[in-house]
């Protein structure tokens, strides 16, 4: 290594090094700068010359913190008259003590704005509850027609399953008393289906018959309460009860009646 050339792990280089904290003037130069603005702004809003609106609220303040003073020329009437200063209106002495309070308006709303924004808010709270009745009335109501609707349904079903026993009942009676050929049609069971393709050219001839002529539909609670009476009255048959009775006293004495119903 030349002369020249300095060992920097060596004594005499390191000695030159000074001990100092890098970024620690910078750090000092910053707080400086940011103490400096602060103060400026400090210094700029005392100066600050107050707009008309502040002065106004001041000087409000001020003169609601200060008692009446005998320069005013009500407070100067109400002595005349015995007043004493801190003590109640009235004869008495019982009336108001301080000053009624000032509502002070701020805002750039018209007089009587107010009631409107309430009556309006009052209007929406009010709508907003018709809706919710509304809603409610209309869950309900479909609730209601749900139930309307299975219980109607529960009652088809168990009117048709009547009708098809009464149906069997009386095919089965009517058989036993030589009968071949219902009264209606509809009094027995419908028959199989290759039954029904043997006479399919009758029943065509018939549907034109038919058509020619008005026909009143039966609902099957209408066919149930007349192949019903008609069980009753030729075989003396409850289907309900699941019995052939003697004859029409005995079946007037011991069934319950000649409906569903009464056999509940």
């Given at each position: 290594?030349?002369?020249?050339?300095?060992?920097?792990?060596?004594?005499?280089?390191?000695?030159?090094?000074?001990?100092?904290?890098?970024?620690?003037?910078?750090?000092?130069?910053?707080?400086?700068?940011?103490?400096?603005?602060?103060?400026?702004?400090?210094?700029?809003?005392?100066?600050?010359?107050?707009?008309?609106?502040?002065?106004?609220?001041?000087?409000?303040?001020?003169?609601?913190?200060?008692?009446?003073?005998?320069?005013?020329?009500?407070?100067?009437?109400?002595?005349?008259?015995?007043?004493?200063?801190?003590?109640?209106?009235?004869?008495?002495?019982?009336?108001?003590?301080?000053?009624?309070?000032?509502?002070?308006?701020?805002?750039?709303?018209?007089?009587?704005?107010?009631?409107?924004?309430?009556?309006?808010?009052e209007e929406e709270?009010?709508?907003?509850?018709?809706?919710v009745r509304v809603?409610?009335?209309?869950?309900?109501?479909?609730?209601?027609?749900?139930?309307?609707?299975?219980?109607?349904?529960?009652?088809?079903?168990?009117?048709?399953?009547?009708?098809?026993?009464?149906?069997?009942?009386?095919?089965?009676?009517?058989?036993?008393?030589?009968?071949?050929?219902?009264?209606?049609?509809?009094?027995?069971?419908?028959?199989?289906?290759?039954?029904?393709?043997?006479?399919?050219?009758?029943?065509?001839?018939?549907?034109?018959?038919?058509?020619?002529?008005?026909?009143?539909?039966?609902?099957?609670?209408?066919?149930?309460?007349?192949?019903?009476s008609y069980l009753?009255?030729?075989?003396?048959?409850?289907?309900?009860?699941?019995?052939?009775?003697?004859?029409?006293?005995?079946?007037?004495?011991?069934?319950?009646?000649?409906?569903?119903?009464?056999?509940?």
């Open positions: 290594m030349s002369d020249e050339e300095e060992d920097y792990m060596s004594d005499a280089f390191l000695s030159k090094i000074q001990d100092v904290k890098p970024g620690v003037s910078m750090v000092r130069r910053v707080k400086a700068a940011m103490k400096r603005e602060t103060q400026a702004k400090e210094k700029n809003i005392k100066n600050r010359q107050k707009t008309y609106k502040e002065q106004e609220t001041e000087s409000r303040e001020a003169a609601l913190q200060s008692s009446i003073s005998n320069e005013n020329k009500g407070f100067a009437l109400l002595q005349k008259m015995g007043y004493k200063a801190g003590q109640g209106l009235g004869k008495k002495g019982a009336g108001r003590v301080d000053p009624i309070p000032l509502n002070i308006k701020t805002d750039r709303g018209g007089i009587g704005m107010e009631e409107v924004k309430k009556r309006k808010a709270l009010e709508h907003y509850r018709q809706k809603k409610q009335q209309n869950e309900t109501q479909s609730l209601e027609d749900f139930r309307s609707r299975v219980r109607t349904e529960r009652e088809e079903r168990k009117i048709e399953g009547d009708l098809r026993r009464s149906q069997r009942a009386c095919e089965q009676l009517d058989s036993q008393k030589g009968i071949t050929v219902p009264r209606e049609d509809w009094y027995w069971p419908k028959e199989d289906a290759d039954d029904e393709e043997a006479s399919h050219e009758e029943d065509e001839e018939e549907e034109e018959e038919e058509e020619e002529k008005e026909i009143v539909e039966l609902t099957s609670f209408d066919k149930l309460q007349i192949l019903t009753r009255g030729i075989h003396f048959y409850c289907i309900w009860c699941g019995t052939t009775y003697n004859d029409e006293e005995d079946l007037c004495s011991n069934c319950p009646g000649d409906t569903a119903a009464d056999h509940d």
